[in-house]
């Protein structure tokens, strides 16, 4: 896994857009997904920052979704699956 930590300091999301705005765009099972239709690394950190994970210590692409492990700002540990199309938190 990728591990990645963060620089100290507080991070501001200001105006974050919507999370679905009505892009119903869908792989099928096995199809390729092109550059276009996933979400960045970027996006995938203030999904889970708005979620309230505070500190990302692990964050991969597999497939279709973004994997983040981090902890709140209670220091418990938190784990995302987030999305790559359209960044909907996955349960």
């Known amino acids: 896994m990728l ?22 765009r869908r792989a099928e099972v096995g199809q390729t997904l092109n550059a276009d239709q996933v979400i960045t690394e970027s996006r995938a950190r203030a999904i889970a920052w708005s979620a309230g994970m505070v ?7 597999a497939g279709d979704r973004w994997e983040l492990a981090g902890r ?12 790559a199309r359209d960044g909907r938190i996955l349960d």
């Open 3 to 24: 591990a990645l930590a963060l620089i100290g300091g507080s991070v501001a999301l200001p105006g974050l857009p919507s999370l679905a705005q009505g892009d119903s």
């Open 72 to 83: 709140t700002a209670d220091d418990e540990e938190i784990i995302l699956d987030i999305d």
């Open 55 to 61: 500190h990302v210590e692990e964050i991969m692409r």
